[in-house]
Every structure is written in structure tokens, then in C-alpha cells.
DNA sequence: TTGTAGGCGTTATCAG
DNA sequence: CTGATAACGCCTACAA
């Protein structure tokens, strides 16, 4: 009897077949430089052993483990659900396998998660937005592991990014609601400190004021966490000023569907009463009534995309090359023209 | 100047301060025998050279890595998301971090990302549901890393879990609707195979048909996959059978809400035309129209609790105890009456 | 309180 | 094609 308390190990499998761990390990690698006959022992010996090798050791004699890590804010909601899912299936793919990380919208938690990972021997990873100290980029730099920044386009940031023009494609809505007549516009943002995304968004209406001659600094949005709940009291807090917006803004789909039900709570009719947009499209936009006007984000292609830029990255030892993808609007009734 | 292609080392931290590199393992574990004078050596050593400790390294020596890793069916939708996140938070409290993937509900991919979780050093795993190959559970029984189920309770299964009865659960939300005076009942449940939550829901509506003196077998389950757009398609085909049910029972509430679509496209009002029901209770059954009736599980609690008991395991080194949760049935308007 | 040294499981170099 | 053997970075008895 072989002691069972323990896994088996590389010399385990190699006393078995009778053959060297060297042997073994090509044989796992697939370097080719293996006879026939071997093989089939040694694979025979990983069977019955029920060999698995074992990373810790991999990574430290290698130092690959073709693992990518990523860090998103949040798991409570689908917004990041549907990129991350096609980012992991082109990382699978190509061979490498995703660790996913929530850090709850705190700078502080995900911080710790980036040098867990680092630590862990992440061959790359992937994060949300640009903001963060540069401490943390001095950090990645040292540990020479490659970052790709994803749900934000931004030339000019420290590191390279696959995602969209936040403040474009929402000044692109803002727009078109003011070219609806709306001329009171309400906002309902996440919080902005430490969310490049969130502030461009707010940054996109306010371009768009400017743009139809109004004054930006009329707008103060109301910064709240990303959920429902906050959404719908956002909408009352909104709604109670002494003047009313006739549309409220919202920095994503879940606040505007909160936002939709605060109305509805509050006896108000979308969009006869009031109008409500979302950003993200995500299916919820499309299942809350009125379904949402809302910005389309290409989520499964911004998740491709970036797995395979980061792949090169880490492949190729380059530096990444940032790509901006195109948002669209999506108009779904839950915006009425207004007249004057 | 010293090299600055490779990350410090414990050694090079060590030679810095002018100790030895146990003295600097002893200060980083906090192993206490560490005079007060080389402690602010050794930690000014640290911030220059900003070094991390390697968790390869570390976990060769030392077999632990403080991690947990989680693999979840899905992150396409929110209904892991929130037991998941009070997991996490539960986790960080007693210093552990948790890595996460997602087996996208397909069991091959689960059972690698066992193996990847395993031999990156997890020193628990926690699952969802308990239907999986029996030499999965001897790998890890063999690699000695405990398991923990959570989404289904059965004390029966092989691994000990924290969750609820999905049967007894759905058994209780389809006697209600009986006995709202039902008698056709459509149901559109997950994919069932290698889903023991989903196949257990089934049995309890047939368990409850049976109560009411009803066939069991007349309930023919339509199985699709966990979309919106599935259940969507899924009521519309229910619909169209010679005889449409009054009421349909949905695996989950994304299902339900996607019922609830389906219903709107073709014209029925709800729950006038046909009753729906969902299953989970995250927000998305809130901010549909009619909000849904439904089977609340705590999740939150369902996390909390599997964290501590994991933890237990690892650190205890004992077996799991397995706890059942309470399920509570939540009315909120999307089944009418029926007479007759 | 501090240092020395062996070992953890792989990979990779270099001889056979 | 195959086998020794030296790293890889850290922890932890065992000594001092």
C-alpha cells in the first residue's frame, strides 16, 4: 500500500512507470521527446496515481501559470456578468484559465485583490476603469505583470484600455433627449470618487447642456451605490425638488430601474410624467416596463477583445494597445418628447 | 543600482536589512520573536524594495494559502451573485480570500476548474449543487481539500451542504397556488440534468399535484436554459398547447421575468390570462411588472453560514456539518384566483 | 532573539 | 530519447 495521505507527485509517477521525473515532466508538457512506448507508461502511472500537477511548484520552476485575474467591482448585478463570460471563454480558448475577484466597489479591497493575484501568479490581469493610485501601477510595473483596463476607453491613461467613450455615448443620449424638448434633466449617477466611468458619464451630460446652449453647472447629479433600492429613493429625492426634472438620467441600467420603480411607488407615469434612461443595456432594461432607452454596450465583444490583447500582451511581451469600441442608442419608450 | 528587471526576493530583503531570511520570514508572519530594533529594519527593507511575498513559494513550504475557491454555474445573472458576495465578505473577516470561476453550467468545465482551484493551492472549494461525477469527490478526497455544497440541501449527498430543500420549497409555492384553485399547471424549469436543484423543483410540484389528488404525470416540464429570452419562448410554447395552463411555475425568477415578456409580447395580461411564478427572490422580481411571486431564500444568510462552516473544515480539519436553511414563500400579485 | 540549512514539486539545462 | 541535477522563493525545525 502507497501512503494515501498525500497527493502524488511528479517523482510518484516517475518511480511507477520506472522512468526519470524529467521524463514525466515532457511527457505532461507534450515537448515532444517522448517514445511511444513511455508514454503509454506514463500515462498509465498518472491514471492510477491520479496524478495532478501541482501549480505552486509549476509556476515557481516556470514562472507561467497561464492564469489571467480579474477584478471587478461588483457580482451583484449583470453589468460586468456578460463581458467577463466571453473575456473567460476567449481565455479558455487560448489555454488560460480566469480567477475573477470582487472588490465590492472599494478601492482599498481591490487593491489587496491586485497584489493577491500578482502574488498568486496571475500571468495578466484585467480591471475596471481607470482610476486608481499610481502606486498600484508602479506596483504591476515592478512585478512586470501586464494590465489591460476594460469598461473605459482612454488614450491618455496610464495604462492600455478596450472599452467605449463613457462621455461621448452619454453625451450622444443627453442629446437626443434634448432634442426632445427636455430641458430639465435630472441625473442619478453611481458614485463618482474612484469611477472614471461614472464621472465621464456625468461629464457627457454636461457637455451636452453646453451643446444646446444651456448652463452645465445647473446639473448636480445625485451620486448613490448602484442599486435598486437607491435607485428608486434617488428618483423621490429627485422628484420632490421644487422644480422636477421631466427626465432623469440614470448612470445605469439597474439605477434606472429603480428609478422606474420609485415612479411607479410614487403614482408617476414613464415617460408621460417623467422620463427615465439607463446605460449598460443590460436584459433587465429590456423586461422593466416601460422597457428602457438606454446606451447599448458591445459587452461580449469588449470582453473578446480584451482577452485577446491581453493574451498578446503577456505572449509577446509588448506593450498593450488600447481599442475603442463603438456604443449605440437603444430607444425603447421610456423617454416622451417634450414640449418647450 | 540593483537589478530592476525581477521582483525583490525574502533574500534580497534579508541581505537589505542585514538579517537573515528567516528573521524576515519570522517578522512578515508575525511569528513574534523579532527584536523591536530589527522589526523597523526589516519593515523599512519591505517598503524600499516594495516587496511581496511569492504565494508559490510560500505555499510550498508552507501548504496553505488562506484562499477559497468557489465555482458557480453562472455570473450572467444575479442569482449567485448575493449569497457569493456574503461568502466573500465572510471570508475576508477571518483573512482568507476567495477566487472565483464560472462553470458556465457545463460540468467538464466545472470539473477542470476544480482541478485549477485545487492545484493552485485552494484550501477549501465551496459548490453549488451536489450533482457531479463520484470521481470528482475521490479526487478531492484524495487531494485532502474539503468541500462544501451550498444551494441545495440533502444530507444524503456525499458532501456535507448549506443551503434548503429545493423540493419541500417548490412543493409549498405549488400547493399555494392550488390551492388558489390551479388545476393545469405549465412549468419551465432549468436544464435538469447534472441540476439536481432544478430536478428537485420539478419533484416537488408533482409531490404536490399528488397532495391535491392530481396526476403527477400529466406535469410535463419544459427544460431550458437559464435566459431570459428562453423563458420568453418557453411560455409562448406553453401557451400554444390545445389546453394552456392557468398558471406556470418558473425554475427561477429569471425565467419568470422572461414568462412574464413572453406573456406581454403575446397579448395576456398577467395575472389575469395566466399566473407566473419565479424562484430565488433576487431584485429583479421586484422591478418586473406584475412584481412576482416567488420562493425567498435567504441568501445572504445561505453565504454567510457556508463561509464560516468551510473555514471550520479547513481549519479543524474535520468534516462538514450540514445546515439546512429556511425558505419563505413571498405573494406579490402575480397569480390571481381561479375558480374551478 | 537570530542564523543555518533542508525540503516543498516542477522545469530546464546538460550530459549520456 | 532519457536521466541527473541545479534552480525557483519561502518556511521551519534545529542550533547557536
Given at each position: 500500500?502507497?501512503?494515501?495521505?498525500?497527493?502524488?507527485?511528479?517523482?510518484?509517477?516517475?518511480?511507477?512507470?520506472?522512468?526519470?521525473?524529467?521524463?514525466?515532466?515532457?511527457?505532461?508538457?507534450?515537448?515532444?521527446?517522448?517514445?511511444k512506448?513511455?508514454?503509454v507508461?506514463?500515462?498509465e502511472?498518472?491514471?492510477?496515481?491520479?496524478?495532478?500537477?501541482?501549480?505552486?511548484?509549476?509556476?515557481?520552476?516556470?514562472?507561467?501559470?497561464?492564469?489571467?485575474?480579474?477584478?471587478?467591482?461588483t457580482?451583484?448585478?449583470?453589468?460586468?456578468?456578460?463581458?467577463l463570460?466571453?473575456?473567460?471563454?476567449?481565455?479558455?480558448?487560448?489555454?488560460?484559465t480566469?480567477?475573477?475577484s470582487?472588490?465590492?466597489?472599494?478601492?482599498q479591497?481591490?487593491?489587496?485583490?491586485?497584489?493577491?493575484?500578482?502574488a498568486?501568479?496571475?500571468?495578466?490581469?484585467?480591471?475596471?476603469?481607470?482610476?486608481?493610485?499610481?502606486e498600484?501601477?508602479?506596483?504591476?510595473?515592478?512585478?512586470?505583470?501586464?494590465?489591460?483596463?476594460?469598461?473605459?476607453?482612454?488614450?491618455?491613461?496610464?495604462a492600455?484600455?478596450?472599452?467605449?467613450?463613457?462621455?461621448t455615448?452619454?453625451?450622444?443620449?443627453?442629446?437626443?433627449?434634448?432634442?426632445?424638448?427636455?430641458?430639465?434633466?435630472?441625473m442619478?449617477?453611481?458614485?463618482?470618487?474612484?469611477?472614471?466611468?461614472?464621472r465621464?458619464?456625468?461629464?457627457?451630460?454636461?457637455?451636452?447642456?453646453?451643446?444646446f446652449?444651456?448652463?452645465?453647472?445647473?446639473l448636480?447629479p445625485?451620486?448613490?451605490?448602484?442599486?435598486?433600492?437607491?435607485?428608486?429613493?434617488?428618483?423621490?429625492?429627485?422628484?420632490?425638488?421644487?422644480?422636477?426634472?421631466?427626465v432623469?438620467?440614470?448612470?445605469n441600467?439597474?439605477?434606472?430601474?429603480?428609478?422606474?420603480?420609485?415612479?411607479?411607488?410614487?403614482?408617476?407615469?414613464?415617460?408621460?410624467?417623467?422620463?427615465?434612461?439607463?446605460?449598460?443595456?443590460?436584459?433587465?432594461?429590456?423586461?422593466?416596463?416601460?422597457?428602457?432607452?438606454?446606451?447599448?454596450?458591445?459587452?461580449?465583444?469588449?470582453?473578446?477583445?480584451?482577452?485577446?490583447?491581453?493574451?498578446?500582451?503577456?505572449?509577446?511581451?509588448?506593450?498593450?494597445?488600447?481599442?475603442k469600441?463603438?456604443?449605440?442608442?437603444?430607444?425603447?419608450?421610456?423617454?416622451?418628447?417634450?414640449?418647450?
Amino acid at each position: 500500500m502507497a501512503d494515501a495521505d498525500t497527493p502524488p507527485t511528479l517523482d510518484d509517477v516517475a518511480h511507477y512507470a520506472g522512468v526519470s521525473t524529467a521524463t514525466v515532466s515532457r511527457f505532461i508538457n507534450k515537448s515532444g521527446k517522448v517514445s511511444k512506448r513511455t508514454q503509454v507508461r506514463v500515462e498509465e502511472a498518472i491514471n492510477t496515481l491520479g496524478y495532478t500537477p501541482n501549480f505552486a511548484a509549476r509556476f515557481m520552476a516556470a514562472k507561467r501559470t497561464f492564469t489571467i485575474g480579474a477584478i471587478i467591482p461588483t457580482m451583484e448585478n449583470a453589468i460586468f456578468a456578460r463581458g467577463l463570460q466571453a473575456f473567460q471563454e476567449a481565455l479558455n480558448d487560448h489555454g488560460y484559465t480566469l480567477l475573477v475577484s470582487s472588490s465590492a466597489y472599494k478601492p482599498q479591497a481591490e487593491e489587496e485583490q491586485i497584489r493577491t493575484l500578482v502574488a498568486r501568479g496571475a500571468d495578466g490581469l484585467l480591471l475596471i476603469g481607470h482610476d486608481r493610485k499610481p502606486e498600484i501601477y508602479d506596483y504591476l510595473d515592478r512585478q512586470q505583470v501586464p494590465v489591460l483596463v476594460a469598461w473605459s476607453y482612454d488614450e491618455t491613461a496610464r495604462a492600455p484600455s478596450v472599452g467605449f467613450d463613457n462621455k461621448t455615448a452619454m453625451q450622444a443620449l443627453a442629446e437626443r433627449v434634448l432634442s426632445m424638448g427636455h430641458r430639465h434633466i435630472g441625473m442619478i449617477s453611481g458614485i463618482s470618487e474612484g469611477n472614471d466611468r461614472a464621472r465621464r458619464r456625468i461629464e457627457g451630460v454636461r457637455a451636452a447642456l453646453q451643446g444646446f446652449g444651456l448652463d452645465p453647472a445647473t446639473l448636480s447629479p445625485l451620486e448613490v451605490p448602484y442599486n435598486i433600492s437607491d435607485g428608486d429613493l434617488a428618483l423621490e429625492t429627485l422628484m420632490s425638488r421644487p422644480t422636477p426634472p421631466s427626465v432623469v438620467l440614470c448612470g445605469n441600467d439597474v439605477l434606472a430601474a429603480g428609478a422606474l420603480r420609485g415612479a411607479k411607488r410614487l403614482g408617476l407615469d414613464v415617460p408621460r410624467d417623467v422620463s427615465i434612461t439607463g446605460f449598460d443595456d443590460i436584459e433587465l432594461a429590456q423586461v422593466v416596463s416601460p422597457a428602457l432607452t438606454t446606451v447599448h454596450v458591445p459587452h461580449r465583444e469588449m470582453g473578446r477583445r480584451a482577452a485577446e490583447e491581453l493574451i498578446a500582451m503577456v505572449q509577446e511581451k509588448r506593450a498593450g494597445i488600447s481599442f475603442k469600441l463603438e456604443t449605440t442608442l437603444v430607444d425603447r419608450g421610456s423617454v416622451a418628447r417634450r414640449d418647450g
